[in-house]
Structure formats: C-alpha cells, structure tokens
C-alpha cells in the first residue's frame, strides 16, 4: 500500500511552513537574538520533525504534544510582539481541524481567546469586541470541522491495513476475515486456529520489536492482525492439529523473544462469540508460554448452510486433509521441534490478502 496523496501534500505543507518559520528565525537571529526568534525557530523545528517524519504524527501522545506546543507557540508570539504576530491568532481554529483528545479543543479554544484578549485590550473595547467576536467565530468552523474530521479519522482507524511498511491487518479486517475462513476450513476439513500474541515485557518498545519480527517471521498466507488493546494475532491454517502445534512452536521460536500466546481454536464455531477483548486482556501475565484455549460454542445449523452458500465464490484453496493425531487441550509448553516434524512441515497456502 503506497502512501496516500492527502499525506504526501501534508508532509510538504508541513516542510514549506517549516522552511518559512526558520528563514524568519534566522533573519531575526541576525539582528539580534531575541525570545521570539527562538520560539520562531522552535516552531520551525517541530514542522520539520512532522513532515520529515510524518508517520509520528498517527501517535496520539505525539499529535497532543505537538500541538499544544504549536498553541503555546502561537499565543507567546502574539503576546509579545502583536504588531507583527498578530495573524498568528487564526491558528488556533486551525488546531481545532485536526483529530485530537476532547479535552484538548476547550484547552486551545481558552488559549486563543485568552490571547486575543489581552493582545487587543489595549486597542480599545470596539477593537477587543470585534476581535473576540472573529476568533470566535473561527474557532467554531474550526471545531465543526473538525468533528468532521474526528469521524474520518475513525473511520481510517477501522481500515483493513493501517501500515504502508509492514502486512499487518487490522481487527476490524480480522473480524472481516473469520467467517469467510472458518467456512473455508469447514468445507475443506482442514485446521484453523487463531494465535494472539504479546511481550512479556510490556511497552511501545517491546510492542512495536513484537511487529517487526512477527511481520519477518511469519509465511506470507499466515495473515497478522494489530488489535486495539497492542496484541497480535495470527491466524494459522494447516493440515491438522499436529502440523499446526508444530508450525506454532516453530513461528515463537522464530521471534526470539519473550512472549505469552493464547491458541483459540475455529472449526465449526461461531465467529460472533469470539471476545476479542477477554481474550487478550493480561495475555501477557499468562504463566506458559503457549495456552490452548476451549473451543468456541457451536455455530447453528442454518448459519453452516448460510455460510457455505456464501463461500462457494471463494478461492480454493490447496489444502488437503490428513489423519493427523489430534493434541491434548490444555498447556502447551514450548519445546523444540524434531527433524522428522520439520521435514513432514509443508506450509499450505491460506488466504491471500
């Protein structure tokens, strides 16, 4: 997935603006070095950190930081030389554009108004009205528009795919995915579980190694998911239980890292009763390395003649059913893998996103 054109013209928005905010810091920095040139050239920097790296600004940490510096920014030129910054008070509606925490669109809407005021007090109360009144009224364009924004954000968040560099698949596209694929499996007797994943060391840094490698280590028709809560997913297809066993060992031994996995078997069940969220709330807690959980409940009869109606346009795919020997319920504690199990493992193929 290439980078959409909306991206690419905020990045160079965010690159000319910064370019033209350090070319005014240094014309002041010329002439003497003074408070507002260096906010200039702090403001300057932070574009240029955006547009450089613009995939930061997906972070929500990073975006409220980022703009209630800008706000301060702003409000600090505007206090201390108004003569010349005074335009930087439309600004703040542009802030109020962006997807951002609730709690930050009052927090910059006070800090505008509290600018205006006391950069326009001096001028008089017809001059201070009409200043209050045009802030105002930009603010709640930019607040309208920026609910609207807040939806689309929301929507993007539930595309399939959220990451150009990595063939990681969202939740919502997991939720997508089952019914399709448990169908699949029941019509071709094959195995199908799904594997959520997640560090034993929890953090942004430990999460974010887990992706990398997980995107590495795992075959091209074993199909990764994120889920909301920071836990991976995989969702593995293979001949029976044994092969699937084994090809699980093998994918956590690949990771070389310390992880905890829950195995949530799919055959014949009801994809609508899988708690996503139960399922991985305190996954890193788990005492094994690999828990096999209980089948699912059954899904009804009319939902089997539903589904395999509406499969019958799918892919087929090259699966074949073998007489594997089934594994016991319950811990599965990882060990390594044989030379026979890994020569009789032939990764079959699953869908193919």
């Known amino acids: 997935m290439e980078i959409k054109f909306k991206v690419?013209?905020?990045?160079?928005?965010?690159?000319?603006?910064?370019?033209?905010?350090?070319?005014?810091?240094?014309?002041?920095?010329?002439?003497?070095?003074?408070?507002?040139?260096?906010?200039?050239?702090?403001?300057?920097?932070?574009?240029?950190?955006?547009?450089?790296?613009?995939?930061?600004?997906?972070?929500?940490?990073?975006?409220?930081?980022v703009m209630l510096s800008v706000a301060l920014i702003m409000s600090a030129l505007v206090l201390l030389a108004p003569q010349q910054h005074l335009m930087w008070l439309w600004g703040f509606a542009v802030l109020l554009l962006y997807p951002r925490p609730r709690w930050l669109a009052p927090a910059c809407a006070l800090i505008g108004l509290v600018t205006t005021?006391?950069?326009?007090?001096?001028?008089?109360?017809?001059?201070?009205?009409?200043?209050?009144?045009?802030?105002?009224?930009?603010?709640?364009?930019?607040?309208?528009?920026?609910?609207?924004?807040?939806?689309?954000?929301?929507?993007?968040?539930?595309?399939?795919?959220?990451?150009s560099s990595r063939a990681i698949w969202s939740q919502y596209q997991l939720m997508r995915d089952l019914p399709r694929e448990i169908a699949r499996a029941d019509r071709e007797d094959i195995h199908i579980e799904l594997i959520l994943l997640a560090p034993v060391k929890t953090g942004r840094l430990a999460n974010r190694r887990l992706m990398n490698t997980l995107d590495s280590a795992a075959l091209p028709h074993e199909t990764r998911y994120q889920l909301d809560d920071g836990a991976l997913a995989v969702l593995l297809v293979t001949r029976g239980e044994r092969m699937a066993s084994l090809r699980r060992r093998q994918l956590i031994e690949h990771l070389a890292m310390p992880i905890r996995a829950r195995v949530q078997p799919l055959n014949d069940s009801d994809p609508s009763a899988l708690d996503l969220k139960r399922l991985?709330?305190?996954?890193?807690?788990?005492?094994?390395?690999?828990?096999?959980?209980?089948?699912?409940?059954?899904?009804?009869?009319?939902?089997d003649a539903s589904s395999g109606e509406t499969s019958t346009d799918n892919a087929s795919s090259d699966h074949a059913s073998t007489d594997d020997a089934p594994s016991d319920h319950g811990r599965d504690i990882l060990k390594p893998a044989s030379a026979a199990d890994k020569v009789a493992l032939t990764p079959s193929r699953g869908n193919d996103h």
């Not at 690419?8 to 810091?25: K, P």
């Not at 920095?29 to 450089?52: D, E, F, P, Q, Y």
């Not at 209050?132 to 930009?138: E, F, P, S």
């Not at 991985?280 to 939902?303: F, G, N, V």
């Open 117 to 163: 005021w006391l950069a326009l007090a001096q001028l008089g109360s017809d001059w201070l009205s009409l200043g209050i009144g045009i802030t105002a009224t930009l603010m709640a364009l930019g607040a309208i528009g920026g609910r609207h924004q807040q939806q689309v954000w929301m929507q993007l968040e539930r595309r399939g795919r959220r990451d």
């Open 280 to 303: 991985s709330a305190h996954l890193s807690d788990e005492p094994q390395p690999i828990t096999l959980l209980p089948p699912l409940p059954r899904k009804p009869a009319d939902a």
């Open 8 to 65: 690419r013209l905020s990045q160079f928005v965010c690159l000319l603006g910064s370019v033209l905010l350090l070319l005014e810091a240094a014309r002041q920095i010329s002439i003497g070095l003074t408070l507002t040139a260096l906010l200039l050239a702090v403001g300057g920097t932070m574009l240029l950190v955006v547009s450089l790296a613009h995939e930061l600004f997906t972070l929500r940490w990073f975006r409220t930081l």
